[in-house]
Structures are given as C-alpha cells and as structure tokens.
C-alpha cells in the first residue's frame, strides 16, 4: 500500500507561487485605482500643471489656455 506523505516547499518557492497568484489581480486593482486618483483629481492645478500636462498624446488637451488677465487669483 501507498504512503501518503506532505512535502512543504521552501520559503522561495512559496514566496513565488504566491505572487504569480496575486500579481495579476494586484495589477488590475493598482491600475483601476490609479485611473480613478487621476479621474478625481484631474481638476486639480498641481496634477494638471505636474501630471497630466506631460502626457504625450494628451498633455495639450490638458494645458491651461485662459489668459493672465482673466484669472481672478
């Protein structure tokens, strides 16, 4: 008859197998939470002047074009 025997892999292994479970879901999450930090604050000066306004395709989009002299600040 068989013997049944448990074999605990290394902490390395472990580690691994544990992050190619995680890493997937992780991603999408950090990414969808990202997006949405970027959504929320898009109106926002400092993340339109540092952030946004450096992006390549979409940084013109983004640009304040309102004269000086129609500024009330």
């Given at each position: 008859?068989?013997?049944?025997?448990?074999?605990h892999?290394?902490?390395?292994?472990?580690?691994?197998?544990a992050?190619?479970?995680?890493?997937?879901?992780?991603?999408?999450?950090?990414?969808?939470?990202g997006?949405?930090?970027?959504?929320?604050?898009?109106?926002?000066?400092?993340?339109?002047?540092e952030?946004?306004?450096?992006v390549?395709?979409?940084?013109?989009?983004?640009?304040?074009?309102?004269?000086?002299?129609?500024?009330?600040?």
């Amino acid at each position: 008859m068989a013997r049944l025997t448990f074999s605990h892999p290394s902490p390395p292994a472990a580690a691994f197998t544990a992050a190619k479970r995680w890493v997937p879901s992780l991603g999408v999450w950090g990414f969808g939470a990202g997006s949405a930090a970027l959504l929320i604050l898009s109106v926002t000066p400092l993340v339109k002047r540092e952030v946004l306004v450096k992006v390549p395709v979409l940084g013109s989009y983004f640009e304040d074009k309102t004269p000086a002299s129609d500024k009330p600040f």
